[in-house]
């Protein structure tokens, strides 16, 4: 071969590999895994029309992007460098339907139909069961189908469970009537994503009615969350299963930037007057609690979250479709944070917490 002709073989090999390097440096951290992920089942339309007529700005755009599973979707992934999404039902979800028959046999749809959807992409997603949340018992063992059946890695469930004959009561799963639901969730070693759901019936009409552009992200959803999570720390759930493994998202629903103040009145003054959960609450955030970045990409406020409860708590997300990819990949490729913490939130606490394994870019 000439010398003319190796050099320009040689520069049409090398044009692929730099635009891969250049590629490679404009995503920093390939392999992110993202766990707030939500799709809808395409027969419930109206359903998720009406969600997105109140959280979406472009809802032809959201009900497209909510019913697919692995076309737009995995574009994104592979554009914006995310590996792996473990995929859950949208809120409200089964913890709408206030008859315990029908949310039952809707979970167990959701379910099936999940599996087969991703049954040959394992490398790319897993999903978080769906559960009825009207019986304890009912929950477990569909939990338990979910894990041994599908492998799936966890529940999501969406706050309350709404019941009564009219849909106004609301289930809440810190009493010991719920014990049997999480020793299952212990005994099969998988976390529980504790998600919102909107505020409904007398609930909404005394508190949000007359100020309705609060629910949802900008308050009401944080609210409904912390005060299920910090009414299971106080009732006890975590001390009669110091296993339990509970994620909540949105950086920790307002909560990690409580932390000292709740401290401060359970320790000096709600024990005193008869409060009797075991541990403080930062070890309960230590031992028992993660937080995902599901939709909150704010640098500051995450590097707050590092240093109150720690890097290790702490795991990326989306929160697709209600959120863009490009919002969340882009603030965190470009986020003012060294390696090591981007690697752990970005993908190994994920990996660790999940025992995930074989996915795409696992170890880029
Ligand atoms: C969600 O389910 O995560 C969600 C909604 C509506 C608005 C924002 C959001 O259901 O994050």
Redesign the pocket.
Known sequence: MSREVTFEVRTRRLIPTLCYALFIFFIDMLGKVAL?E?FALPRLAEKTRW?AGL?AVNPDQHAEEMNDIDKLRLNYMDKYGVGYKILSY??PGVQDIHKPEEAQALAVEINDYIAGAIKDKGDRFGAFATLSMHSPEEAAQELRRCVTKYGFKGALVNDTQRAGSDGDAMIFYDSPDWDVFWSTVVALDVPFYL??RNPTGTQYEKLWADRKWLV??PLS?AQGVSLHLLGMVTNGVFDRHPKLKVII?HLGEHIPFDLWRINHWFEDVKKPLGLSCKKTIREYFAENIWITT??HFSTPTLKYCVEEIGVERILFSI?YP??HFDDACVWFDDADLDLATKRKIGRDNAKQLFGLAGFKDENA
């Open positions: 707030e939500a969600w959280f949208t809120a998600h919102p949802g992200p959803f998202g599901s939709g929160d209600f959120e």
